[in-house]
């Protein structure tokens, strides 16, 4: 039995012997490492699911073949306090697995990495953000002092450490965090639902399209935690509250929304703004995109966004800033510096005037974009990097 150890900080939910996800790491991401291996240990954070928690929400992320051996969830001093039992905790569980994947930036895969070349362990590695963007826009002097830190940590590792190397952007990541390993692939995290054609996405903007000429607003989607600062949803709701177009914003995310709901008042914008419980991913995802007209992805810092690949793939009007690979995605008239109230407003009004035919035009060229990403091509780009580390892990043995 082979064995591949996946580590991140990503914090799942556990209720009873299951673990579920808010919809980023579901039972269907392990498929990816199991074309290759026979077994998934899943090392992670963790938290029990609280009474108010609709389960029906979550994604299940327990599956055949997969393991989690997880830690609370922790920040700050704490990890400081307890690194050394970390990096205890770790060697155990790398101790009989053949790989290890570790998925950066993230506190737990830095220490995996550690701890795995003390083994002799194949390391790949998934760059999936910036952790100096992360750092500097973390809105904390703290934050800001790490940032270089983490930057030059991070290039070091990148550098020097991975036999296999998973980038989900084009060109951003790539740049900022080169590699000398000679096995290096271009491979998003999304997870598209399978069978999207265009002719239903183009009847679902027609109806959206005659729902405006009957008068109702712009449905403008934003997904993102609510608990993080640096996806800039404040900086759309101050955007918003200048334009002069009627709208209605829906917010997908999870976590506590009192301070957003305050300034969303604060804004006078009480009745155009609504907070939604989170979705599992994949279909439901797509269902819930279907029923807007535009999605914006105000983000200060990104790697390749999911939810803005999720909402081309339904044909949406979609706009966001220049943060990390979000320029990969969209046309430079539907890009915003990071931060710029003003900016955002000029682009939201832009998109908010385009007439039905150049609607249409957009949506097929959004469509068409998320097509690079179907699960089939993304598959067997993973497919091909994971057997090139199960091939290392061979051949160490």
Sequence with gaps: MTAVVFVHDHCF????NLFYSTGKLTS??????????????????SRKITPHEDIR??????SDSVTFTTISKMRGASRLLKRQEHRVFLKRVLRGAEAVVVR??????????????????P?????VGCPFDSYRNHGSFVGKLVAPFAYARMRLVMRNTPDVAVYVTSEFLQKRYPTASPRVYEASNVELPVGLEWSSVQASRCKRWSARQHGHPIRIGFIGSLNTKYKGLEDLIRALSHVKFPFYLLVLGEGKSEALADLVRKEGLADKVEFVDPLPGGEAIANWLSTLDLYCQPSHTEGLPR???????????????RAGGIPELLADKFIFPTKNIDAIQEVLTLCS?????????????????????????????????????????????
């Design 123 to 127: 390391i790949g590695i998934e760059v």
């Design 104 to 121: 950066l930036p993230s506190y737990l895969g830095m220490l995996a990495i550690d701890e795995a070349k003390k083994l002799g362990l």
């Design 307 to 321: 939810a803005l690949i999720e909402a081309l793939a339904v044909g949406l009007i979609c706009c966001g800033s």
């Design 28 to 45: 269907r991401t392990w498929d990816r490492y199991l074309s290759s291996f026979d077994q998934v240990r899943v090392v992670a954070t």
């Design 353 to 397: 005037a385009l007439s039905e035919s150049e609607s249409y035009e957009v949506a097929k060229r959004n469509f068409q974009k998320a097509a690079s990403f179907s699960p089939a091509k993304l598959a067997q780009i993973r497919e091909h990097a994971w057997s090139d580390l199960a091939k290392i892990a061979t051949v160490k043995r």
């Design 57 to 62: 929400k979550l994604s299940l992320s327990s």
């Design 13 to 16: 939910v556990e209720s009873g």
